[in-house]
């Protein structure tokens, strides 16, 4: 019996293709992936590089194995289709085994607006008030035919000073609200191309007010119809510069006040003619950013000639 002799066909030689690549008629960014397709079926990518101040290209397009069910090439014939990134060139060829072609591929793109996102909140309150850590801006926009630094951030509207909402370097955005700032204030980033394209992305940024109250301010006793003179600068709580914090007094009924909301912070306590006892009024201390905090204080004038007091209840009180 003669021998059986199995003979396979050896894979065709690939259409070979080479060039530069242009999109809208300039050099496209590196790594750019240029593929080559038969009857919608991507064969095979190159990632361009830049060869002598052009885009560059070159591969190899298999042949189909005719050993193999499938169709994995092309055969003489097909026409081959050209991407450049998600464009389609306009340049396409027909496959020819075993060519090395020099083809320049062009194509035509709609330019595309960067985009910006997930930019993080920012959130204190006036217990905590260091300078946030700057915001990249840059790592939170995409544009796929701009580098970041050619893209244009700005701050859209006008935040109000106190949030401390500032732009460097046209990158970095900076947070550091004042002391006597409180609320909230969003605050939008717009990313801006060079063709005038945008995209927006918005931020929170909120100060949480918190009391802080006076330090404990001791009762006051003086003779009688002396004044009782109060400095109370040292006794207001350590926030910022202490400016715009203001005192004020309710309750008093056996004395004037002089030297409320002053900005000195001096209240003189006047007694009635004659008056001699004690009475309790209250001190209201109000902050720059609103709100207030409080403080019962008793002063009292004693008779000078037999050194005594009497203490003024309310009437509800008296004789209990």
Request: glycine share 10%; charged share 20%; with cysteine.
């Amino acid at each position: 019996m003669a021998a059986i002799v199995v003979v396979e066909a050896a894979p065709p030689l690939p259409s070979s293709f080479y060039g530069t690549v242009l999109v809208n008629g300039a050099n496209v960014p590196d790594g750019t992936v240029v593929s080559a397709w038969i009857d919608g079926v991507n064969y095979v990518d190159f990632e361009t590089i830049t060869f002598e101040g052009a885009s560059v290209y070159s591969f190899d397009v298999p042949g189909d194995d005719p050993d193999t069910p499938e169709k994995d090439g092309g055969i003489e014939g097909d026409t081959i289709v050209f991407m450049i990134g998600s464009d389609t060139a306009d340049q396409t060829a027909t496959w020819h085994t075993g060519t090395n072609v020099e083809l320049n591929l062009t194509a035509t793109s709609e330019p595309t607006a960067p985009t910006i996102s997930g930019l993080p909140d920012q959130f204190f309150d006036q217990d905590n008030l260091p300078p946030s850590d700057p915001i990249d801006l840059w790592a939170y926009a995409e544009d796929a035919e701009t580098p970041d630094s050619e893209l244009i951030f700005t701050i859209e509207g006008s935040p109000p000073t106190g949030a401390g909402v500032t732009l460097t370097d046209n990158r970095d955005l900076l947070v550091d609200p004042s002391f006597d700032w409180c609320g909230y204030i969003d605050v939008t980033v717009r990313v801006t191309d060079p063709g005038g394209l945008w995209d927006e992305d918005t931020l929170r940024v909120a100060v949480t007010w918190v009391c802080k109250g006076p330090l404990p301010v001791a009762n006051q006793l003086a003779p009688q119809n002396e004044a009782i003179v109060l400095d109370l600068t040292d006794y207001e709580p350590q926030i910022g510069d202490g400016t715009g914090m203001y005192w004020y007094v309710t309750g008093q009924k056996h004395c004037t006040v002089s030297g409320v909301y002053s900005e000195d912070d001096v209240l003189t306590f006047t007694p009635h003619l004659g008056f001699v006892g004690s009475e309790e009024i209250t001190l209201h201390m109000t902050y720059p950013m609103g709100g207030e905090a409080t403080q019962v204080l008793t002063l009292s004038w004693w008779d000078a000639e037999t050194q005594g007091f009497r203490l003024y209840l309310p009437v509800a009180t008296r004789g209990q």
